[in-house]
Protein backbone atom coordinates (compact mmCIF):
# COMPACT_ATOMS: atom_id res chain seq x y z
CA UNK A 1 0.00 0.00 0.00
CA UNK A 2 1.15 3.73 -0.89
CA UNK A 3 0.75 4.81 2.41
CA UNK A 4 3.15 1.70 4.23
CA UNK A 5 6.36 3.38 2.35
CA UNK A 6 6.04 6.38 5.01
CA UNK A 7 6.05 4.32 7.85
CA UNK A 8 9.02 2.21 6.44
CA UNK A 9 11.35 4.62 5.51
CA UNK A 10 11.42 6.23 9.11
CA UNK A 11 11.59 2.87 10.55
CA UNK A 12 13.92 1.63 9.05
CA UNK A 13 15.84 5.23 9.74
CA UNK A 14 15.21 4.79 13.38
CA UNK A 15 12.55 7.29 14.03
CA UNK A 16 9.86 5.27 14.18
CA UNK A 17 9.13 1.81 16.43
CA UNK A 18 6.93 -0.54 15.50
CA UNK A 19 5.33 -3.18 18.19
CA UNK A 20 3.08 -6.07 17.68
CA UNK A 21 0.47 -6.14 20.24
CA UNK A 22 -2.10 -9.03 21.03
CA UNK A 23 -5.37 -9.44 19.01
CA UNK A 24 -3.45 -9.08 15.23
CA UNK A 25 -2.36 -5.21 15.92
CA UNK A 26 0.87 -3.33 14.91
CA UNK A 27 1.25 -0.18 16.56
CA UNK A 28 3.97 2.21 15.99
CA UNK A 29 5.64 4.86 18.29
CA UNK A 30 7.49 7.99 17.64
CA UNK A 31 8.97 10.61 20.03
CA UNK A 32 7.68 8.14 23.05
CA UNK A 33 3.61 8.55 21.62
CA UNK A 34 1.65 5.85 19.54
CA UNK A 35 1.18 7.79 16.35
CA UNK A 36 -0.73 4.59 14.22
CA UNK A 37 -2.15 1.52 15.74
CA UNK A 38 -3.43 -0.91 12.49
CA UNK A 39 -5.53 -4.01 12.78
CA UNK A 40 -4.76 -7.03 10.48
CA UNK A 41 -7.79 -8.25 8.41
CA UNK A 42 -8.62 -11.66 7.40
CA UNK A 43 -6.48 -11.68 4.55
CA UNK A 44 -3.69 -10.69 6.20
CA UNK A 45 -3.25 -6.96 5.55
CA UNK A 46 -3.48 -4.06 7.35
CA UNK A 47 -6.52 -1.82 7.89
CA UNK A 48 -5.44 2.12 7.81
CA UNK A 49 -7.65 4.77 8.36
CA UNK A 50 -6.74 7.57 4.98
CA UNK A 51 -3.52 9.11 4.90
CA UNK A 52 -1.33 10.67 2.62
CA UNK A 53 1.88 12.21 3.69
CA UNK A 54 0.62 15.80 4.73
CA UNK A 55 -1.57 13.61 7.03
CA UNK A 56 1.62 11.85 8.18
CA UNK A 57 3.21 14.78 8.89
CA UNK A 58 0.93 16.49 10.83
CA UNK A 59 0.26 13.30 12.76
CA UNK A 60 4.57 13.59 13.43
CA UNK A 61 4.88 17.04 14.43
CA UNK A 62 1.76 16.68 16.88
CA UNK A 63 3.81 14.00 18.21
CA UNK A 64 6.60 16.26 18.32
CA UNK A 65 5.23 19.30 20.17
CA UNK A 66 3.59 16.48 22.83
CA UNK A 67 6.88 15.41 23.62
CA UNK A 68 8.56 19.02 24.11
CA UNK A 69 5.43 19.88 26.47
CA UNK A 70 4.50 16.30 28.60
CA UNK A 71 5.49 15.42 32.28
CA UNK A 72 5.40 12.45 34.26
CA UNK A 73 5.37 8.83 32.59
CA UNK A 74 4.79 10.58 29.17
CA UNK A 75 7.98 12.56 29.59
CA UNK A 76 9.44 8.98 30.18
CA UNK A 77 8.16 7.52 27.42
CA UNK A 78 9.19 10.29 25.02
CA UNK A 79 12.82 10.31 26.77
CA UNK A 80 13.24 6.20 26.23
CA UNK A 81 12.66 7.13 22.43
CA UNK A 82 16.17 8.32 21.97
CA UNK A 83 16.50 4.00 22.36
CA UNK A 84 14.71 3.60 19.27
CA UNK A 85 17.70 5.41 16.86
CA UNK A 86 20.46 3.82 18.74
CA UNK A 87 19.49 0.02 18.88
CA UNK A 88 16.68 -0.53 16.82
CA UNK A 89 16.50 -3.69 14.89
CA UNK A 90 15.63 -2.07 11.57
CA UNK A 91 18.50 0.32 10.20
CA UNK A 92 21.10 -1.85 8.63
CA UNK A 93 23.51 -3.08 9.81
CA UNK A 94 21.70 -3.24 13.48
CA UNK A 95 23.82 -3.71 16.49
CA UNK A 96 24.31 -6.96 18.30
CA UNK A 97 22.11 -5.55 20.91
CA UNK A 98 18.70 -4.45 19.64
CA UNK A 99 15.63 -3.18 21.16
CA UNK A 100 12.59 -5.54 20.71
CA UNK A 101 9.56 -3.99 21.80
CA UNK A 102 8.17 -1.07 23.93
CA UNK A 103 5.35 -0.94 26.56
CA UNK A 104 5.10 -4.48 26.48
CA UNK A 105 1.70 -5.81 28.03
CA UNK A 106 1.07 -8.42 30.41
CA UNK A 107 -2.79 -9.32 31.11
CA UNK A 108 -3.81 -10.15 34.59
CA UNK A 109 -1.73 -12.83 36.25
CA UNK A 110 -3.55 -15.82 38.07
CA UNK A 111 -2.20 -18.23 39.91
CA UNK A 112 -4.30 -21.00 40.98
CA UNK A 113 -7.15 -19.71 39.94
CA UNK A 114 -6.32 -16.82 42.22
CA UNK A 115 -5.08 -13.33 40.84
CA UNK A 116 -1.72 -12.08 41.95
CA UNK A 117 -1.28 -9.39 39.80
CA UNK A 118 -2.97 -6.86 37.50
CA UNK A 119 -2.59 -5.95 33.95
CA UNK A 120 1.14 -4.63 33.75
CA UNK A 121 3.52 -3.07 31.51
CA UNK A 122 7.09 -3.19 31.50
CA UNK A 123 9.16 -0.41 28.72
CA UNK A 124 11.77 -2.12 27.26
CA UNK A 125 12.91 -5.60 26.07
CA UNK A 126 16.38 -5.84 24.55
CA UNK A 127 17.72 -8.91 22.90
CA UNK A 128 21.58 -9.76 22.80
CA UNK A 129 21.87 -11.54 19.27
CA UNK A 130 25.12 -12.89 20.42
CA UNK A 131 23.09 -15.05 23.19
CA UNK A 132 19.77 -15.12 22.22
CA UNK A 133 18.93 -13.90 25.76
CA UNK A 134 15.96 -11.43 26.01
CA UNK A 135 16.30 -8.94 29.01
CA UNK A 136 13.25 -7.00 30.24
CA UNK A 137 13.99 -3.76 31.46
CA UNK A 138 12.11 -0.68 33.49
CA UNK A 139 13.19 3.09 32.40
CA UNK A 140 12.60 5.39 35.65
CA UNK A 141 14.25 8.99 35.61
CA UNK A 142 16.06 9.86 38.87
CA UNK A 143 13.51 12.26 39.16
CA UNK A 144 10.68 9.53 39.61
CA UNK A 145 9.04 9.26 42.81
CA UNK A 146 8.88 6.22 42.40
CA UNK A 147 12.57 5.00 43.15
CA UNK A 148 13.02 7.14 45.84
CA UNK A 149 11.65 7.73 49.50
CA UNK A 150 12.45 10.30 52.10
CA UNK A 151 15.59 8.41 54.09
CA UNK A 152 15.09 8.95 58.14
CA UNK A 153 17.90 6.50 59.12
CA UNK A 154 16.11 3.26 57.83
CA UNK A 155 18.08 0.47 56.80
CA UNK A 156 18.82 -0.44 53.14
CA UNK A 157 16.76 -2.95 53.10
CA UNK A 158 13.51 -0.93 54.98
CA UNK A 159 14.08 1.53 52.60
CA UNK A 160 14.47 -0.71 49.32
CA UNK A 161 10.96 -2.26 50.48
CA UNK A 162 9.66 1.27 51.25
CA UNK A 163 9.86 2.16 47.30
CA UNK A 164 7.18 1.56 44.72
CA UNK A 165 9.50 0.30 42.37
CA UNK A 166 9.90 -2.73 44.63
CA UNK A 167 6.54 -3.63 44.25
CA UNK A 168 6.52 -3.12 40.63
CA UNK A 169 9.87 -5.15 39.53
CA UNK A 170 7.86 -7.93 42.18
CA UNK A 171 5.52 -8.39 39.96
CA UNK A 172 7.22 -8.07 36.31
CA UNK A 173 9.35 -11.09 37.86
CA UNK A 174 6.38 -12.77 39.00
CA UNK A 175 5.30 -12.35 35.61
CA UNK A 176 8.48 -13.55 33.89
CA UNK A 177 8.32 -16.88 36.02
CA UNK A 178 5.48 -18.00 35.28
CA UNK A 179 5.32 -17.09 31.18
CA UNK A 180 8.67 -17.77 30.26
CA UNK A 181 7.55 -20.38 27.83
CA UNK A 182 4.84 -17.95 26.50
CA UNK A 183 6.84 -15.34 26.39
CA UNK A 184 9.80 -17.07 24.35
CA UNK A 185 6.77 -18.85 22.01
CA UNK A 186 5.61 -15.47 21.23
CA UNK A 187 8.71 -13.37 20.23
CA UNK A 188 9.84 -16.58 17.77
CA UNK A 189 6.51 -16.10 16.25
CA UNK A 190 7.40 -11.90 16.21
CA UNK A 191 10.99 -12.35 14.04
CA UNK A 192 8.92 -14.45 11.21
CA UNK A 193 5.86 -11.51 11.56
CA UNK A 194 8.22 -8.80 11.04
CA UNK A 195 10.37 -10.27 8.46
CA UNK A 196 7.39 -10.86 6.27
CA UNK A 197 6.48 -7.09 7.09
CA UNK A 198 9.48 -5.31 6.49
CA UNK A 199 12.07 -7.78 5.02
CA UNK A 200 14.06 -7.15 7.67
CA UNK A 201 15.54 -10.63 9.43
CA UNK A 202 16.08 -9.97 13.28
CA UNK A 203 17.06 -13.18 14.50
CA UNK A 204 16.86 -16.87 13.97
CA UNK A 205 18.45 -18.53 16.54
CA UNK A 206 17.21 -20.30 19.59
CA UNK A 207 15.65 -17.81 22.47
CA UNK A 208 16.21 -18.06 26.09
CA UNK A 209 14.75 -15.17 28.92
CA UNK A 210 17.01 -13.51 31.66
CA UNK A 211 14.48 -13.95 34.30
CA UNK A 212 14.81 -11.00 36.36
CA UNK A 213 13.86 -7.35 35.21
CA UNK A 214 16.45 -4.88 34.76
CA UNK A 215 16.34 -1.34 36.09
CA UNK A 216 17.44 1.66 34.10
CA UNK A 217 18.32 4.89 35.99
CA UNK A 218 18.80 8.42 34.02
CA UNK A 219 19.34 11.39 35.33
CA UNK A 220 20.82 13.23 38.29
CA UNK A 221 20.30 12.57 41.86
CA UNK A 222 20.33 15.68 43.08
CA UNK A 223 18.67 15.02 47.06
CA UNK A 224 19.98 13.02 49.88
CA UNK A 225 16.76 11.11 49.62
CA UNK A 226 17.59 10.01 45.97
CA UNK A 227 20.88 8.96 46.32
CA UNK A 228 20.23 6.95 49.61
CA UNK A 229 16.99 4.99 47.66
CA UNK A 230 19.70 4.56 44.73
CA UNK A 231 22.10 3.05 47.20
CA UNK A 232 19.64 0.78 48.49
CA UNK A 233 18.23 -0.20 45.21
CA UNK A 234 21.93 -1.01 44.14
CA UNK A 235 22.73 -3.43 47.10
CA UNK A 236 19.18 -5.02 46.50
CA UNK A 237 19.33 -5.27 42.52
CA UNK A 238 23.64 -5.43 42.24
CA UNK A 239 24.38 -5.32 38.51
CA UNK A 240 20.50 -5.28 37.41
CA UNK A 241 20.35 -1.67 38.28
CA UNK A 242 21.50 0.00 35.28
CA UNK A 243 22.92 4.02 36.02
CA UNK A 244 23.12 6.71 33.37
CA UNK A 245 23.52 10.02 35.48
CA UNK A 246 24.56 11.99 32.25
CA UNK A 247 21.32 11.29 30.22
CA UNK A 248 20.31 8.82 28.01
CA UNK A 249 22.39 10.25 25.27
CA UNK A 250 25.48 8.39 26.73
CA UNK A 251 23.92 4.86 26.37
CA UNK A 252 26.88 3.51 24.17
CA UNK A 253 28.09 0.86 26.82
CA UNK A 254 24.10 -0.56 27.23
CA UNK A 255 25.16 -3.84 25.88
CA UNK A 256 27.95 -4.19 28.50
CA UNK A 257 25.35 -3.14 31.36
CA UNK A 258 22.67 -4.95 29.99
CA UNK A 259 24.67 -8.62 29.81
CA UNK A 260 26.27 -8.04 33.43
CA UNK A 261 25.52 -10.24 36.51
Same mark, same amino acid.
Given at each position: ?109 ? $? ?12 ? =?? #?? /?? @??? !? ?57 ? $? ?12 ? =?? #?? /?? @??? !? ?45
Amino acid at each position: MPWFRLLKEDVERGEVFPALRYGGEIHFYYQGSRIYAFQGNTSGELLLDSMDQNAYRKRKEESDSWAKKTSGDSRERAELSTLYRKFTPYVQPAPSMVLLDVEVGFPCLY $IENKKIYNNTQVDL =LF #LD /KD @TGM !LYFIEAKDAGNPEIKRRFTGQSEPELYNSLKIAKQLEKYDANLAAREDQILTAYQDYFD $IMREIFGCEIYSGK =LS #LY /KR @TKL !LVYGKCNSTNSRKSLEAIHTKLGDDLIVYENGLDAVDDLPEKITAG
